[in-house]
């Protein structure tokens, strides 16, 4: 598997990651082909997985999938000192909904419940905000994550829909190595906000989430007869060809496509190897 650095941390990583919420939120699969699915990423080389507290089904269920790639992860045989895996905090799943809480002691609560369910015997490789909340400054929500840093439990810092003024308002309090954004066929902002242009000239990595568009539109990708053509051309699912779009975009990009089937991280893993042409990217480009 093809890496590329981390930030600017002299860590390299998989070009291409996981991304773990599917296995975690309403109609995941059981533990055990969850676990599977994480098993084979680590087959194929993935050494990038992201998580979060907040993907679980509801807050009785908080810390689900941290603890689950834990699990996967201490029962792998292979070799998983490479791995690293990149949590968030910052979300609420009161009765299933999504609300932002960037409360400084909820902060400070749940990067120490993350850290435990993580395993709790070494830094949480990566902490990301995962949204700004407006009934805080994004400085006294990230008071607690530099105390954190300071004290051990956290390693790297990250942030999750942020502009880029807030991005420049987080590194004033602690060293940012990631920003994570929506970004996908359907919702291209970051090559409009100045969000990628930013992280390409600073040396941040960039996380798309949701590069296929989510549960709801991910199916409709066949339907854009610009992916779907050359998928057929270079006898590829639609999916590698999103994934080696969103690649070509910028060498700040590194793809976390979620997978709850083993046949899912397979299929996304082949994306590596998926190439464009400058004109097939403006294809794509002119169709979405």
């Known amino acids: ?26 109609n995941r699969p059981p533990e055990s082909e969850s676990i599977q699915v994480i098993h084979r990423a680590l087959d194929l080389g993935i050494t990038f997985i992201d998580t979060a507290d907040s993907y679980c089904k509801d807050e ?30 910052g979300l609420m799943r009161p009765d299933g909904n999504w609300t932002s809480n960037g409360n400084p002691e909820h902060l400070r609560e749940t990067i120490r ?17 995962h949204s700004p909340d407006s009934k805080y400054t994004i400085e006294e929500s990230l008071a607690p994550v530099k105390e954190a840093v300071e004290a051990g439990l956290i390693r790297f810092v990250g942030v999750s829909n942020f502009s880029v003024e807030q991005i420049k308002r987080a590194r004033d309090v602690v060293d940012i190595v990631s920003v994570q954004n929506q970004y996908s066929p359907w919702q291209r902002q970051p090559e409009n906000d ?48 999103v994934l080696a779009w969103l690649r070509s975009k910028s060498p700040a990009i590194l793809p976390i496509p979620g997978a709850s089937k083993v046949s899912s991280i397979e299929d996304s893993a082949q994306a590596i190897n998926v190439k464009l042409s400058d004109e097939e990217v403006q294809k794509i480009d002119r169709a979405t």
């Open 60 to 89: 009785s269920d908080k810390h689900h999938n941290e603890r689950l790639i834990h699990k996967a992860i201490t029962s792998y045989k292979g070799d998983v000192s490479q791995v690293i895996v990149a949590t968030k905090g």
């Open 113 to 129: 419940v993350s850290f435990e369910a993580l395993g709790g015997d070494k830094p949480i490789d990566v902490w990301q905000y």
């Open 1 to 26: 598997m093809e890496t590329k650095q981390l930030g600017k941390t002299g860590i390299f990583v998989s070009a291409i990651g996981l991304g773990g919420m599917p296995m975690s939120i309403s």
């Open 194 to 241: 100045g969000v990628l242009k930013y992280c390409e000239e600073q040396g941040l990595t960039f996380l798309p989430w949701s590069p296929f568009g989510g549960r709801r539109r991910h199916q409709d990708l066949q339907d854009i007869p610009a992916i779907a053509n050359l998928a057929k051309e270079k006898g590829v699912s639609v999916y590698n060809i």
